[in-house]
């Protein structure tokens, strides 16, 4: 045998050569030497498959990487083998190969050793290649050659695919298996071969399923599936009824709203857009800052995965499938609107892993129907999946209440079904500059939404000639569904699922798993310099300020950000107050204006339009603390209790305005933590039980009267709306009625006194108010459809008035006078 080794030894080393200068396989994790770091035991590589293909990949990764050799010879327990390597799928033959029956030999003499010795550690690493890591679909046997799939590949196959994807190929090394773990358990040496190889199988094919996918079946069989749904099926009967033609062109109908649906991935596909995006990133971004992904490698190999990102910009899909398809993670099958089918670009689309589905499912039963069969499909088969949780992007920076209809089919889907924990991944992207941003401000001013065409999109590449700064993209912790259920519904497990039937519980699990989401997506926020300076400049009466001024701002908010931690998984950038400032000049939202006694820097007005969309972004992050300081615009001594008061007043309109994660019982121990947070910094001292704010004319005074002034947009529509309902008086006001007589006094209010925002008088914004004021019950609707309140209302309005100036009262106030027109809203 040695002297076979001898003979062969040359020929090995010369293959290792070719194969080096063309296959160059992408290792993960980057710095596999940390996972044996400390180790001294014998260490064995484990192959899924083999081949002197994978063997020469992981020759060549352990030469650069520092690790053994797995050509090396290893003695373990009296044992000499010639081989770090471990195949647990080897096939045997020459020319008509077949898959081993009798699993890995070197395997089962390790492990006799080890029970023979009773002693000895040795380190199993497992070691998954992935050529092309295209999953199993039906298609032409030439593109078969190439692909990977889930079966064990022969030596013509492997061939061709070291061929076509040798620069396209994942290695992705694991952390190391004891053998101790399996050994010390007192096993006979058969059982313990037996566990060792079924948990390296079941790691295997975990691992495969995170980073391949699961098995495809061609998109015509996939559609087939839907149409034998039951669900479909009757749906197609009860449209048709007994009339035999118009069954089958029922049958036929339904048949093209599932293709019309159905995703058709490429794999040659998603590998040009992904070598399109490289090169679209390089060019508009500074770069994509990733955070928190372990999270997502972990969630990947366990359960079935559902990403439910923020929706800002067209660009999010994009990039979410570029990230995940480069963390070596199986492309998801993404939701979009069937506003993208475009020529040429739906196609492009669709193949990258887009299904579409139409804005609205509403007198189409049969459409729903095959929607949620086709949904039901692709979950059951164990894709993983993305779609906005919001259903539209946000056009003022906030997030939008999450919309239950995906949810629901996904949730329907997966208790008829739940083969695998599923796990949804609220994901949130911070960009610096959005390519849609102009468009947003028209939207939100009265224009018309335009409709996404090609010519359309053709237009706006000049856009991409900007630099856009750099896109963070935060992972945020996994939500998964059970512990959801069980609080929602202790005894979900026993409920008995009819074909059609949608138990009403189901409701309250969608509705308490949106809010999750949601507060998930902020809980992952990304605090970036041009939000930063988005809170500051906004906060100035004409987004003007002195730079020294400036940079103090910007070290409290960043400090504020670090004391009063809205969550572990908030990033902050490492930047000094002047690296943001110059940052923000580069990217052309502010400039500077030379003045002796220090530079100015300021907005231009229609930048500071759009930095209120950056602002927003991160606005939660200040509201409790900059509530607190709102209290001492007016007064400069409240009680303890008193401010906990204040801020519990507001709370329910904060938390739905800005999806604030605590529940309203516990906002006093959050107020209170957050009073610390501002004492620490020297923004208000304790007197006894007591808050005392600076002296006025302090540099601390102004510090807090600008965090103050976070808040106090939202603060103003609380007290107009409030005014405007006193004003009329009870019973005289219909919700629509009142939500556009707010709406267009915010509008001139803004006009006359502050920025001319759109985000100031969104009307989205004042719904949501209404709806919290009736949730507290302070707002009934009575039998004809007019809004009522008690007293109650007026003491809300009394106690708004120590948060806000007398100057912004009066203002608010002379709004509600016989203005002109105003009976006509």
């Not at 790691?203 to 034998?228: E, I, K, M, Y």
Request: proline share 5%; aromatic share 8%.
């Amino acid at each position: 045998m040695s002297a076979l080794r001898i003979i062969f030894r040359p020929w090995y080393w010369l293959a290792g050569k070719i194969f080096a200068i063309w296959a160059r396989p992408t290792v993960m994790p980057d710095d596999p030497a940390a996972l044996l770091a400390g180790q001294h035991a014998t260490v064995c590589y484990v192959l899924e498959t083999g081949g002197l293909a994978d063997t020469l990949a992981l020759e060549r990764v352990c030469r650069l990487r520092g690790l053994p050799s797995p050509s090396d010879a290893f003695d373990y327990c009296g044992l000499h083998e010639r081989s770090r390597i471990v195949v647990l799928r080897r096939k045997s033959g020459f020319i008509f190969r077949k898959p081993r029956i009798s699993g890995s030999a070197r395997l089962q003499r390790i492990v006799d050793a080890a029970v023979a010795a009773d002693g000895g550690e040795l380190l199993l690493v497992p070691v998954a290649i992935y050529w092309g890591r295209s999953p199993d679909k039906e298609r032409s046997w030439f593109k078969l050659l190439f692909s990977e799939n889930w079966d064990v590949m022969g030596r013509t196959r492997k061939f061709f695919a070291t061929l076509v994807h040798g620069r396209n190929t994942l290695l992705r090394i694991s952390h190391p298996l004891p053998l101790s773990s399996i050994i010390n358990d007192g096993l006979e040496a058969g059982v313990a071969i037996r566990k060792l190889s079924r948990v390296l199988r079941v790691h295997f094919r975990q691992r495969r399923t995170a980073t391949v996918g699961p098995d495809l079946s061609h998109r015509g069989a996939l559609v087939n599936q839907v149409l034998l749904d039951p669900r479909v099926k009757r749906a197609i009967e009860a449209e048709a009824g007994d009339n035999r033609a118009l069954l089958e062109r029922t049958t036929h109908k339904a048949r093209r709203y599932a293709f019309e649906i159905a995703a058709n991935i490429s794999y040659p596909t998603i590998r040009m857009v992904e070598r399109f995006l490289d090169r679209l990133w390089t060019r508009i971004y500074d770069g994509i800052v990733l955070n928190n992904v372990d999270n997502l490698r972990d969630v990947a190999k366990e359960s079935e995965v559902i990403y439910v990102p923020c929706h800002r910009s067209h660009i999010d899909y994009l990039l979410l499938g570029y990230i995940v398809y480069n963390e070596g993670l199986s492309v998801p099958h993404t939701a979009a609107g069937i506003n993208l089918n475009m020529p040429i670009i739906g196609r492009i689309l669709r193949r990258g892993g887009a299904f579409f589905l139409r804005r609205t499912f509403k007198g189409n039963r049969l459409y729903a129907t095959v929607f949620n069969a086709y949904l039901n499909q692709i979950l059951t088969r164990g894709y993983p999946i993305e779609y906005f949780v919001e259903g539209g992007r946000s056009r003022t920076g906030r997030l939008l209440p999450p919309k239950a209809g995906m949810l629901a089919m996904t949730v329907d889907s997966w208790l008829r079904n739940p083969r695998r924990p599923l796990a949804f991944m609220p994901i949130y992207f911070g960009y610096e500059k959005l390519i849609e941003g102009d468009s947003f401000i028209r939207e939100l001013s009265g224009a018309e939404k335009k409709k996404e065409s090609l010519f359309g999109l053709i237009r706006s590449i000049k856009s991409l000639r900007e630099n856009f700064g750099k896109v963070y993209v935060n992972i945020g912790e996994p939500i998964r569904i059970e512990p959801i259920l069980e609080k929602c519904k202790p005894d979900w497990r026993s409920q008995a699922r009819e074909a059609d039937d949608k138990p009403e519980w189901v409701t309250d699990v969608v509705n308490e798993l949106g809010n999750c989401i949601m507060s998930g997506i902020n809980s992952a926020a990304a605090v970036t310099p041009i939000s930063l300076l988005a809170t500051v400049l906004l906060a100035t009466p004409k987004q003007t300020i002195g730079e020294m001024e400036l940079h103090r701002q910007l070290k409290l908010n960043i400090d504020l950000l670090k004391r009063f931690r809205y969550s572990d998984l908030v990033t902050i950038p490492d930047m000094s107050p002047g690296e943001i400032v110059d940052h923000g000049e580069r990217l052309g939202v502010i400039s500077r204006t030379a003045h002796p006694l220090g530079d100015v820097v300021h907005m231009a007005e229609s930048d500071a339009v759009l930095m209120t969309y950056f602002r927003n972004n991160v606005n939660h992050l200040f509201a409790v603390p900059a509530s607190i300081a709102c209290c001492f615009i007016q007064g400069r001594r409240l009680h303890h209790t008193e401010l906990q008061r204040l801020v519990r007043l507001i709370y329910p309109f904060m938390q739905r305005e800005l999806c604030v994660k605590w529940r309203f019982e516990d906002i006093d121990a959050v107020t209170t933590e957050a009073i610390a947070a501002l004492v620490d910094l020297e923004l208000l001292t304790r007197d006894g039980e007591c808050l005392v704010r600076p002296a006025t004319g302090s540099a601390q005074a102004y510090q807090l009267l600008m965090l103050g002034q976070i808040m106090v947009p939202m603060l103003q529509r609380f007290y107009l709306a409030i005014a405007l309902l006193v004003k009329n008086g009870s019973g005289t006001l219909t919700r629509t009625k009142l939500e556009t007589l707010c709406q267009k006094s915010a509008q001139r209010l803004s006009m006359i006194y502050g920025l001319n925002s759109p985000d100031f008088f969104d009307k989205a914004l004042f719904q949501d108010f209404v709806t919290a004021l009736r949730e507290q019950d302070v707002l009934r609707k009575n039998s004809a459809g007019f809004l009522e309140f008690d007293d109650d209302l007026e003491s809300i309005g009394v106690d708004a008035r120590l948060v806000l100036g007398e100057d912004i009262r009066h203002s608010i106030l002379s709004l509600t006078l016989d203005a002109p027109g105003i009976e006509r809203l």
